[in-house]
């Protein structure tokens, strides 16, 4: 019985990686347009991801279905730039990119960026609450020998 399961793992796991090797092979050789052909993500999709790897606003402009995905994509290259100038783009999630932001650079003077006041009291706990995880894991990381 342990042998049929070990069996059944490593054929997931195979399948895992053939899969997820080739999607990978296929979005950093082919543009976004060829994934597309492949019959992978869809397009504008793919800019969101790439964008995201490269921190490359540019790419995030190359989206054109919905203004949802490409706020999404503004948001993810400031998270990573650590940019709250990159949220004035967002039209629809505003209040979540200066949030993100806030959070990465541990910083609640982003917060005041956002008109909801209950969004920005959110966004201060949870700037707040971050540094103080952070901190605690610091000392557990030192506290060790």
Not at 23 to 47: A, I, M, N
Request: hydrophobic share 35%; net charge positive; aromatic share 10%.
């Amino acid at each position: 019985m342990k042998l049929n399961y070990a069996i059944i793992l490593t054929i997931l796991a195979l399948a895992v990686i053939l899969t997820g090797g080739y999607y990978l092979y296929s979005f950093y050789t082919y543009s976004c347009e060829s994934v597309q052909k492949l019959g992978f993500p869809p397009r504008d999709s793919c800019y969101r991801h790439l964008a995201h790897g490269k921190a490359d606003l540019a790419i995030c402009d190359k989206i054109t279905q919905g203004n949802e995905l490409k706020d999404l994509c503004y948001e993810d290259v400031a998270k990573a730039k650590q940019d709250p100038a990159i949220c004035d783009k967002t039209q629809l999630y505003k209040y979540r990119c200066y949030n993100e932001v806030a959070i990465a650079r541990q910083d609640t003077a982003i917060c005041d960026k956002i008109e909801n006041q209950a969004m920005k009291d959110d966004c201060r706990i949870r700037v707040v609450a971050w540094k103080n995880q952070m901190e605690e894991n610091r000392r557990e990381i030192g506290g060790r020998t």
